[in-house]
Structure formats: structure tokens, C-alpha cells
């Protein structure tokens, strides 16, 4: 006669269910990969930093701003204030982009892995990037004058293939020469080993 809970994590209670379990339900004395080798580890994903979705918002709120005093402003003075109605276009413009650039920015992550470096991207067409460290010939930092003024770097990588080139917008200054250290001193420990 078996006491305790079923809850209970003594060895009767698992010995039973292991006994009830199928082969497919068992764990496999190698680990959770089973015989084949061990379990490929998710990568670790780092998201790009608020700055960016400020920037961008704030050039977004500027040039439809712009665009609605434009379309709200000139035909009421010119033609008849009825048609100060056009400035609605612009600002459910604006709306319906402020609320995109925060899907887009959530949707950009990149994770460092031993062998090569992830990118993805998209929220209608997800896109995911594996740029090898091996195949990296040229990784640069820029920062145009908005980014600058936000405080903001982007990370371009280049390969031998134009197609694979990828980039990270957005990061701050510190990790993206971070990121350039390390891609450059892996590419070229990995490129030696070819």
C-alpha cells in the first residue's frame, strides 16, 4: 500500500509513471538531446535601445506636422475654411505611423551566438539574418547628426556576398564599438582557422 499525495515526489510515485510512460515519454539517459549530442542552446536576444523609436517618432511628429499645418492651414486661407478638413489625412497618418514605428522597433533584436551573429527583424515578413564571423570582411560604426544627437550608432557588417550585408540601427555608442571589437576579433580568429 502506497501512502502520500499524488503530488508526492518519492520514488514509488515516479517509478510508476515512468512505468506508465511510453518510449517517447521517457527521458533518455544522454539528456534532453538524446544519443545524438547536446541540445543547441536558444540564442540570447537584445532588443535595440528607446532611443531609436524616440528618434524616429520625433522625425515623424516633425515632418507630418509640417505636413498638416501644410494641408490644414494653406487651403483654409486660400480656398474656404471647409477645406482646413484636409489636415485629418496627415494626423491619421500620423497616428497610424506612430503606433508601426513601435511594432517595427519590437521587432528588431539581434543575438551574439559562438559561430555567427543573428539579426531579425519584420512584423508583417519576419526576416532573420545569420551573418557566419568567418564570412565578415568589414564591420563599421556610423552616426549621422540626428543619430549623434540622439546619442545613437548603427553597426553595418559586410561579407563577401553584398546580399548578406546586414545592419542594427539605434545602438548606443559604447555597445556598438563593442560590437565592432568583438565582430572584428572573431571574423578575423575565424577567417584565420579557413
Known amino acids: 500500500m502506497e501512502t502520500g499525495s499524488p503530488d508526492d515526489t518519492g520514488t514509488a510515485g515516479a517509478t510508476r509513471a515512468a512505468d506508465r510512460a511510453g518510449p517517447a515519454d521517457r527521458p533518455s539517459p544522454a539528456?534532453?538531446?538524446?544519443?545524438?549530442?547536446?541540445?543547441?542552446?536558444?540564442?540570447?536576444?537584445?532588443?535595440?535601445?528607446p532611443g531609436l523609436l524616440r528618434m524616429r517618432r520625433l522625425l515623424l511628429v516633425?515632418?507630418?506636422?509640417?505636413?498638416?499645418?501644410?494641408?490644414?492651414?494653406?487651403?483654409?486661407?486660400?480656398?474656404?475654411?471647409?477645406?482646413?478638413?484636409?489636415?485629418?489625412?496627415?494626423l491619421a497618418l500620423l497616428a497610424w505611423g506612430w503606433v508601426m514605428l513601435g511594432r517595427n522597433w519590437r521587432s528588431w533584436r539581434y543575438a551574439e551566438r559562438a559561430d555567427d551573429l543573428l539579426i531579425s527583424r519584420g512584423v508583417l515578413w519576419r526576416e532573420e539574418t545569420v551573418v557566419p564571423y568567418g564570412r565578415m570582411q568589414l564591420v563599421e560604426v556610423t552616426s549621422g547628426p540626428v543619430e549623434r544627437h540622439f546619442g545613437l550608432a548603427s553597426v553595418?557588417?559586410?561579407?563577401?556576398?553584398?546580399?548578406?550585408?546586414?545592419?542594427?540601427?539605434?545602438?548606443?555608442?559604447?555597445?556598438?564599438?563593442?560590437?565592432?571589437?568583438?565582430?572584428?576579433?572573431?571574423?578575423?580568429?575565424?577567417?584565420?582557422?579557413?
Do not use: K
Open 62 to 90: 516633425v515632418w507630418l506636422g509640417l505636413l498638416t499645418l501644410a494641408a490644414g492651414v494653406l487651403p483654409a486661407l486660400f480656398l474656404a475654411p471647409l477645406w482646413a478638413a484636409l489636415a485629418l489625412l496627415p
Open 156 to 194: 553595418q557588417l559586410h561579407t563577401a556576398a553584398a546580399a548578406t550585408d546586414a545592419t542594427i540601427p539605434g545602438l548606443d555608442p559604447a555597445e556598438a564599438e563593442r560590437l565592432r571589437d568583438r565582430l572584428t576579433e572573431l571574423g578575423e580568429a575565424r577567417s584565420a582557422g579557413l
Open 31 to 49: 539528456g534532453p538531446a538524446g544519443p545524438a549530442g547536446p541540445a543547441r542552446e536558444e540564442p540570447v536576444w537584445t532588443g535595440l535601445p
